[in-house]
């Protein structure tokens, strides 16, 4: 599907196959790219008289592991859509006493310990330095803090989330020094999907759901199953989905933002 023909999106949201319910009468479409094929068709609705386009980062049914997601051809086929704000819900591990699971975070600053992954458009012969020094859209999230302070949700207005290569948790000592370093939460999928947002100049923000406290936390905790963080997740997304939404209907989908200059003065 080339870009002239393919159909608009105001919004994307990156999820689990679980938002799938978000959307009722909704148009599911496949983009191609050049960097490949996405984690799977992208459902097209109206919410809040909006058009949102949703896709599973995971495929769905999360076939694709963390180090695996293709995030490029994701970015870019909500590019193509003419999406112009990206919320990306994950699930992540606690690395500090006072964020407890069930409750948000809602990143400002990530730290970057993942390998391997294709983490940018400009592979040459045109060669961009992008400016990550605030790798998420400061309007997006305090739009987002809005709003889930309004629905009463556990949420924290900034956080540093340290982003692990997967799919293997943490070890102890591994966890530990996130601790010690006092990053806030743990996750697999930030990066490089917020940069390469960024790259297309697209506001992104992050919506790091609290599913467990990571190994290291609060000293000798029980391990993290694949099982646990399915069940706390399960338990709160229908508060993501109602977050979701409500940001839907808030958002203006028009308004200037410096992400849509971002590439200004990088070459």
Same mark, same amino acid.
Not at 106 to 130: A, M, N, W
Not at 222 to 251: G, H, W, Y
């Given at each position: =599907?080339?870009?002239?023909?393919?159909?608009?999106?105001?919004?994307? !949201?990156?999820?689990?196959?679980?938002?799938?319910?978000?959307?009722?009468?909704?148009?599911?479409?496949?983009?191609?790219?050049?960097?490949?094929?996405?984690?799977?068709?992208?459902?097209?609705?109206?919410?809040?008289?909006?058009?949102?386009?949703?896709?599973?980062?995971?495929?769905?049914?999360?076939?694709?592991?963390?180090?695996?997601?293709?995030?490029?051809?994701?970015?870019?086929?909500?590019?193509?859509?003419? !999406?112009?704000?990206?919320?990306?819900?994950?699930?992540?591990?606690? $690395?500090?006493?006072?964020?407890?699971?069930?409750?948000?975070?809602?990143?400002?600053?990530? !730290?970057?310990?993942?390998?391997?992954?294709?983490?940018?458009?400009?592979?040459?012969?045109?060669?961009?330095?992008?400016?990550?020094?605030?790798?998420?859209?400061?309007?997006?999230?305090?739009?987002?803090?809005? !709003?889930?302070?309004?629905?009463?949700?556990?949420?924290?207005?900034?956080?540093?989330?340290?982003?692990?290569?997967?799919?293997?948790?943490?070890?102890?000592?591994?966890?530990?020094?996130?601790?010690?370093?006092?990053?806030?939460?743990?996750? =697999?999928?930030?990066?490089?999907?917020?940069? $390469?947002?960024?790259? $297309?100049?697209?506001?992104?923000?992050?919506?790091?759901?609290?599913?467990?406290?990571?190994?290291?936390?609060?000293? $000798?905790?029980?391990?993290?199953?694949?099982?646990? &963080?399915?069940?706390?997740?399960?338990?709160?997304?229908?508060? &993501?989905?109602?977050?979701?939404?409500?940001?839907?209907?808030?958002?203006? &989908?028009?308004?200037?933002?410096?992400?849509?200059?971002?590439?200004?003065?990088?070459?």
């Amino acid at each position: =599907m080339t870009q002239s023909s393919a159909p608009h999106a105001d919004i994307g !949201v990156f999820g689990g196959s679980g938002f799938y319910s978000l959307f009722k009468d909704a148009q599911a479409v496949w983009i191609d790219t050049p960097y490949g094929a996405p984690s799977s068709k992208i459902t097209i609705a109206d919410v809040g008289g909006k058009k949102v386009a949703f896709l599973p980062r995971h495929g769905a049914d999360h076939c694709y592991p963390p180090h695996r997601v293709p995030y490029r051809a994701n970015l870019w086929a909500m590019k193509t859509l003419g !999406v112009r704000k990206i919320l990306a819900p994950c699930a992540v591990g606690s $690395l500090q006493p006072h964020l407890k699971p069930g409750s948000f975070v809602i990143c400002d600053q990530f !730290v970057d310990r993942t390998s391997g992954r294709e983490c940018t458009f400009y592979d040459g012969p045109k060669v961009v330095h992008l400016s990550a020094a605030d790798p998420y859209c400061p309007h997006l999230r305090s739009q987002t803090l809005a !709003v889930a302070q309004e629905m009463g949700l556990d949420v924290h207005g900034d956080g540093t989330m340290v982003v692990i290569q997967g799919p293997r948790f943490s070890t102890r000592a591994e966890s530990k020094w996130f601790t010690s370093m006092g990053w806030s939460v743990v996750g =697999m999928t930030g990066v490089p999907e917020c940069i $390469l947002a960024r790259e $297309l100049e697209m506001c992104y923000v992050n919506i790091s759901l609290i599913t467990d406290y990571d190994v290291g936390t609060e000293g $000798l905790v029980e391990p993290v199953t694949m099982d646990e &963080v399915a069940r706390v997740f399960a338990e709160n997304t229908q508060k &993501v989905k109602d977050l979701i939404i409500s940001l839907c209907e808030r958002l203006d &989908v028009h308004e200037d933002c410096s992400c849509l200059h971002a590439l200004s003065g990088s070459h």
